[in-house]
């Protein structure tokens, strides 16, 4: 980007500057200076000048502005710095769709992807096809539009197509070039994609500093990240020292609309033009391979290296270079087919299990967790891991005071692999599980545990303390439940700390006008939440059901149960047999619905809720579904994973239902139909591994339906 007469000029005419200062004559070559600087800092991690240095030159620049503001530029460095709020963002529609990427995990998968991309383009299987790798950075990514040279648009992914405009933050990064000289290049009009991220060191001294001032530390970097980019104030921003990274041009035309792209050969051309006009780009990360042999070797060896790199990454993006070929090859609705993501093997790390906590679920379940030294995995501090249950700590042999290896599968689930036997000292002590409720603080009268037959589980039978009520009360107003908009678990929390929710009919006769008077809240917050609650009060009845907590009674169990009833109440009347002649309901749930609606005490919780205004009748969603024989899915069992872009996954299920599907929940080989959506993860490659299971876009699933 700059010359060496050019960078020579300029680390010498500041050093000048620092002693004799400079003048408004000066002001546009000071400008060019202190871009060249942040060029050389934010871009090229390789300073010419100490921040001392480059802070007085940026005074002076300031101070010469302050006094002539007639002299200010869009492309001034003090530019970057907003003092006002942005407000709330608002969306924008990506020039051009911002696609997910397909994932790999191994060599076989990337052959695989290889013979596909050659298939597509119709290229035999002994050619080599050439390809571009780079690191995957684990960040938050952009759309940054450039027009005239200007920067005059940033945005968030959001789903694709839609992302949020965030621009005021955009510009206090210094990795961003508020101009660039695109029309050099006859572009009058550019959009380029990248992922905003914060070093590793960075985001340590970040996370020192808000502890040392009392504020909450950041979980991750990714999360520091992410919100940076969507905070209402840019100065936020500024202060997470976001960088990006550019990783496509994604668009590029002359004044007339012509697309400049078609000149250039190859993304790795591409991506060096953009290091060349200034972007910052993983400079000495990216290879050019002939093969997919060679990408292959390059992700084993960059995978072994990860951790010394400066920045968090969870996986290298492998495309096809030729641009030509990029476009012959074209897209789904979900990823395009010249590119993939090669994801790296979940981290590992070991800490010491100091203590184990347990925590009571809605139908009493008893679940240890433990409590180790705090320690940082795939880009997360993790200090509690659930051990699931008294048999799980039993086939690792874990005890209090063990050294222990920790993973996160997926750079997602974290849990503890094993136990360092070879490690202990004698300080270790074997986990006595609890025979009593340990949540139960009342000594006097403590709950005997039971575990039934053929379950791993401890529960507590009969809560005395309010715990597990508490559970079912934030289990009730949830999505998968009575789906009241906006009643998170954190107002179920604050609710009952404050009394007002001590069983879940209570949700349905709350004092609007005390919550209104709550800090956080107020008139909107608190009629907002009321309509919610009475627009839930009309759910059908098998919703209700599910609400209820009872064990071992699912979505579809509740069902079956409420097309066969036309009042909850009815229920009191029904004996086992009579559940269990309903087909798909076994004896499990036959007795413990029975169980659950012969006890006095749940009875009077429904009349309650009834007297409250929650329909108990049954209503036209209560009915079963006819299907006819011809349906296009008759007779299929189908699985949706991933985000889906046309529809909700329950809208989604509901219609493969309508057309004659039964949707189950893993993959397996009952599996028939696997509709994938974005970011699908293990259940993509336990189907392709089984070979049985039909695999198609959510666009083909809704083209099979209509």
């Known amino acids: 980007m700059y010359t060496t007469q050019q960078e020579k000029q300029y680390f010498d005419i500041c050093k000048k500057w620092l002693t004799a200062p400079a003048t408004v004559l000066d002001i546009t070559l000071l400008k060019d200076a202190l871009k060249y600087h942040e060029w050389k800092y934010y871009v ?5 000048l100490a921040d001392y240095e480059y802070d007085q030159l940026y005074k002076q620049l300031e101070a010469i502005e302050g006094s002539h503001p007639e002299l200010i530029t869009p492309d001034s460095p003090t530019q970057r710095v907003a003092n006002d709020l942005s407000g709330d963002l608002d969306p924008v529609a990506h020039v051009v769709p911002m696609l997910s990427l397909a994932n790999s995990y191994n060599a076989e998968d990337l052959a695989s992807f290889d013979k596909s991309v050659k298939r597509y383009l119709n290229i035999p299987e002994e050619q080599d096809i050439e390809y571009s ?10 759309a940054v539009l450039y027009e005239d040279d200007f920067l005059i648009r940033a945005a968030t992914r959001g789903n694709g197509t839609m992302g949020e405009e965030m621009t005021a933050n955009a510009r206090t990064m210094p990795s961003i070039p508020l101009k660039a000289p695109l029309a050099e290049l006859g572009i009058y009009k550019a959009e380029m994609r990248g992922e905003a991220l914060i070093r590793k060191d960075n985001f340590t001294k970040i996370n020192k500093a808000r502890e040392a001032s009392g504020q909450t ?15 209402k104030d840019p100065n936020e921003t500024r202060n997470r020292g976001l960088e990006a990274f550019i990783f496509q041009l994604a668009y590029a035309v002359d004044k007339d609309g012509n697309d400049k792209l078609q000149e250039l050969s190859t993304h790795y051309e591409s991506i060096e033009l953009m290091g060349r006009l200034g972007f910052k780009i993983p400079t000495g990360q990216m290879k050019k391979c002939k093969n997919i042999e060679e990408v292959a070797k390059y992700c084993a060896d960059w995978e072994v290296k990860r951790e010394s790199y400066e920045y968090e990454v969870d996986g290298l993006v492998v495309k096809v270079n030729d641009l030509k070929l990029q476009e012959r090859s074209g897209s789904t609705q979900h990823h395009p087919r010249w590119a993939i993501a090669y994801k790296f093997k979940a981290k590992q790390a070991t800490s010491v299990l100091n203590d184990i906590e347990y925590q009571v679920g809605k139908i009493g379940s008893i679940t240890p967790v433990a409590k180790i030294e705090p320690v940082h995995l795939a880009g997360v501090t993790v200090s509690s891991i659930s051990l699931h249950n008294e048999d799980f700590i039993k086939s690792k042999d874990i005890r209090i005071n063990d050294t222990v290896l920790v993973e996160r599968a997926g750079d997602v689930i974290t849990y503890i692999v094993k136990s360092m036997e070879e490690l202990r000292d004698g300080s270790q002590i074997p986990v006595e599980y609890p025979k009593v409720c340990p949540i139960n603080t009342d000594e006097e009268n403590p709950v005997t545990l039971i575990k039934e037959e053929g379950e791993s589980a401890w529960r507590c039978p009969k809560c005395t303390c309010g715990a597990q009520d508490l559970q079912r009360m934030i289990f009730h107003v949830s999505k998968n439940a009575m789906d009241i908009d906006g009643f998170g678990k954190s107002y179920v929390e604050t609710f009952h700390s404050h009394g007002w929710l001590k069983d879940i009919s209570d949700i349905y006769n709350l004092d609007y006008n005390a919550i209104e008077s709550l800090e956080g809240f107020g008139s909107k917050s608190a009629e907002k939440l009321k309509s919610s609650i009475n627009k839930a009060k009309n759910n059908p009845i098998h919703r209700l059901l599910h609400s209820l907590s009872i064990h071992h009674l699912g979505k579809k169990a509740s069902k079956l149960i409420a097309a066969e009833i036309n009042h909850v109440l009815d229920l009191q009347n029904w004996n086992e047999e009579k559940f269990v002649a309903i087909k798909d309901i076994g004896p499990v749930v036959a007795i413990n619905v029975s169980a659950y609606f012969a006890d006095d005490d749940n009875i009077a919780l429904i009349k309650r809720m009834e007297e409250r ?18 349906a296009p899915l008759s007779g299929k069992t189908i699985l949706f994973t991933g985000s889906l872009q046309k529809m909700g996954r329950k809208e989604a299920q509901k219609l493969a239902e309508q057309n004659g599907a039964k949707n189950i929940s893993a993959v397996s080989s009952n599996l028939n139909i696997l509709v994938v959506g974005e970011k699908a993860g293990s259940k993509l490659k336990k189907a392709q591994a089984l070979g049985t299971v039909k695999i198609m876009t959510e666009d083909e699933f809704l083209v099979m339906i209509r």
Request: proline share 8%.
């Open 133 to 142: 790798v780079e690191p995957k950075f684990d960040g938050g990514s952009i």
């Open 217 to 231: 530390v950041f979980a991750n970097p990714r999360n520091a990240a992410t919100g940076g980019l969507r905070t």
């Open 44 to 48: 090229m991690n390789s300073p010419t």
């Open 613 to 630: 205004g929650v329909n108990m009748t049954q209503t036209e969603a209560d009915q079963p579904l006819v299907v006819s024989e011809d």
